[in-house]
């Protein structure tokens, strides 16, 4: 099975900055990867698949990039509505595997 | 729009089984695979299997491969999970969702396992 190590399981951040939440897999996806955001209480929303394609309706802020086993979330000019966990699943080789998560929080 | 609404939450005693579904409106179940997703929070997300409600062709898990069964009736555009012989690692948040990268997922339904 392949291993998604996310980091760091939690961070905290002030309105406006930028941050970024990283996942390295096990062996090369080949680009086979998504982000998620959920929030408490709510299923799981997709903000990026192939490892970097927006969603449709996602806010442009978000961004993912990466390629071979090393890959990142991005999210420029934090909001309010940002706080929730996020995680990364890689689907190029079943089983489909996730990230174990981060907890994105306002200073 | 698309949407995935799930059953509502379930209680069962060790042993038994339970049938949950995933109700799909918006497009057609024909044209996706649907995906199942076990969460429980000291443990995180698991990915259980996959059918293709076209022809019945199903995906498993290697360790659920005796603990769910995935259906799908076209007719009512619904998919379904079982989970037979519960015992209480079966209490998690049980999701549905389309196609492989998860572009939409259902609410979730929780199931207890407990005597």
């Known amino acids: 099975d392949i291993q998604m190590t996310q980091s760091p399981a939690s961070l905290s951040a002030s309105l406006g900055e930028t941050v970024t939440i990283e996942c390295r897999a096990s062996e090369d996806i080949y680009n086979g990867l998504a982000w998620y955001q959920q929030k408490p209480g709510k299923s799981p929303q997709l903000l990026i698949y192939n490892a970097n394609s927006l969603h449709t309706g996602v806010p442009s802020r978000f961004s993912g990039s990466g390629s071979g086993t090393q890959y990142s979330l991005k999210i420029n000019s934090l909001q309010s509505e940002d706080v929730a966990s996020y995680f990364c699943q890689q689907y190029y080789n079943y089983p489909l595997t996730f990230g174990s998560g981060t907890k994105l929080e306002i200073k | 729009e698309v949407q995935l609404q799930q059953s509502g939450p379930e209680l069962r005693r060790p042993g038994s089984s339970v049938k949950l579904s995933c109700k799909a409106s918006?497009?057609?179940?024909?044209?996706?695979?649907m995906h199942w997703v076990k969460h429980r929070p000291e443990h995180g997300l698991e990915w259980i299997g996959w059918i293709d409600p076209e022809d019945g062709e199903t995906k498993y898990a290697q360790k659920f491969q005796s603990k769910a069964t995935l259906t799908a009736d076209t007719s009512s555009n619904t998919a379904y999970m079982q989970l037979s012989s519960l015992t209480s690692e079966d209490t998690a948040t049980y999701f549905c969702a389309r196609t492989v990268y998860f572009d939409y997922w259902g609410q979730g339904v929780m199931v207890t396992v407990s005597s």
């Open positions: 918006g497009y057609s179940i024909t044209d996706y695979l």
